[in-house]
Each structure stands twice: as structure tokens, then as C-alpha cells.
Antibody, heavy 121, light 106 residues
Framework: QIQLQQSGPGLVQASQTLSLTCAIS??????????WNWIRQSPSRGLEWLGR?????????DYADSLKGRITVSPDTSRNQFSLHLKSVTPEDTAVYFC???????????WGRGTLVTVSS | DIQMTQSPSTLSASVGDRVTITCRAS??????LTWYQQKPGKAPKLLIY???TLQSGVPSRFSGSGSGTEFTLTITNLQPDDFATYYC????????FGGGTKVEIK
């Protein structure tokens, strides 16, 4: 049974860094057949893919163009988890953030429960 | 970026109805189309991938069709548990989601 457990603060000050972690059980962050993603959802933006990490012979990263320069997705093999870091946040980054497992380029089949992150000015 | 447009944005239906949701892509995505169901306060749930492949455990009253730029999600014999919001997602160029279709009780 694959489960994704999200953790991290629900309130971040503007201009600071938003950091969330997704702990994986029942799978490995180093699984070469899948990718590990972050997605967010807000009333104004809908569902928005943010970025992902995946392991082949080395670690690979893909990020949404709109966030490049602000976003980092990083794996932690020792704890079997991955993290999202989004720097220089503004109130527009207020959203529910989800982590998800991706069967490469076909579907997001497992999701975390979501974390509401509010950016206060 | 590939834009995904869903219609209608809201759909009113009754238990037992057959409902159809359309998703259009701004450029061809072949069959790289996925459908999700989402209920309030929950994460999206995978229903269908590669346009028409039913995810394991999803009831057969859900079906998907289409290719290229136009796709359809059909729910036959709508059940009380099916009242939710449905999203399409394209995988041809990274990934983007449609704006959602809320299926509400008539």
C-alpha cells in the first residue's frame, strides 16, 4: 500500500521560503519507473503542476517555467522522502499543495492529502 | 503551453443519468489525456489514463474516449458518490490541467 504523508508549515511570511516534505511508504524515492511531483491548487490558478524529481542513472529535475529560479524539488534517499522549496513567496503562492507519484508521463496515481499553505503579507 | 478547456464548467444531473464531460486541447496531444475526480477537501483521484484506460478499482460506469484534441469522459448510471468535480490533464508537453467540471445534484 503506497502512501504519501505530507508535512510542513501552513503559514509562511511573504518573501520567505515555503518548504514542504512528502514521506513515501510502500515505494522508494529511487524507483526508476516513477517520478515524484508537487502540484498546487488555488481558486485563481486551478490545478497547477510545479515540478518533479526522478531517478534514472542519476537524479533528474523538471520545473514549471513560471517557477524556474524559485523552485527546488529535492529527494532524500536516507529518509525515503522528497521536498519542495519555493523561495520569495507572495500571497499569490497561497494554495493547497499536493505531492504525488507519477507513472512516467501517464498518470498521477497516488497523492498526499494536501497542505493548505497561506502566505501572509 | 498546451491549454486544456473543459465544458461545461457545471453540470446538473440526477442519479441514474448518463453524463458527458468534454475536454479540448489547444494542440494535439494524441492520447496523452488523464481524468481525475476530486471531492471537497480531498486530493484528486485517478480515473482514466491514456484517454481510455480505466484505472484499477474504478467502476466500469466511467469511460473515456477521444484522441488528438477532443476528449470525453462519460459516466453512465450516475451514482450518489459521483457528485464531484472532474479534471482532465494532458501529458504531451509536461503537464497541464483543465479548469474542472462540477457535477452537481439536479
Amino acid at each position: 500500500q503506497i502512501q504519501l504523508q505530507q508535512s510542513g508549515p501552513g503559514l509562511v511570511q511573504a518573501s520567505q521560503t515555503l518548504s514542504l516534505t512528502c514521506a513515501i511508504s510502500g515505494d522508494s524515492v529511487s524507483n526508476k519507473n516513477v517520478a515524484w511531483n508537487w502540484i498546487r491548487q488555488s481558486p485563481s490558478r486551478g490545478l497547477e503542476w510545479l515540478g518533479r524529481t526522478l531517478y534514472r542513472s542519476n537524479w533528474n529535475y523538471d520545473y514549471a517555467d513560471s517557477l524556474k529560479g524559485r523552485i527546488t524539488v529535492s529527494p532524500d534517499t536516507s529518509r525515503n522522502q522528497f521536498s519542495l522549496h519555493l523561495k520569495s513567496v507572495t500571497p499569490e503562492d497561497t494554495a493547497v499543495y499536493f505531492c504525488s507519484r507519477e507513472e512516467i508521463t501517464t498518470r498521477f496515481d497516488y497523492w498526499g492529502r494536501g497542505t493548505l499553505v497561506t502566505v501572509s503579507s | 503551453d498546451i491549454q486544456m478547456t473543459q465544458s461545461p464548467s457545471t453540470l446538473s444531473a440526477s442519479v441514474g443519468d448518463r453524463v458527458t464531460i468534454t475536454c479540448r486541447a489547444s494542440q494535439t496531444i494524441n492520447s496523452w489525456l488523464t481524468w481525475y475526480q476530486q471531492k471537497p477537501g480531498k486530493a484528486p483521484k485517478l480515473l482514466i489514463y491514456k484517454a481510455s484506460t480505466l484505472q484499477s478499482g474504478v467502476p466500469s460506469r466511467f469511460s473515456g474516449s477521444g484522441s488528438g484534441t477532443e476528449f470525453t469522459l462519460t459516466i453512465t448510471n450516475l451514482q450518489p458518490d459521483d457528485f464531484a468535480t472532474y479534471y482532465c490533464q494532458q501529458y504531451a508537453d509536461y503537464t497541464t490541467f483543465g479548469g474542472g467540471t462540477k457535477v452537481e445534484i439536479k
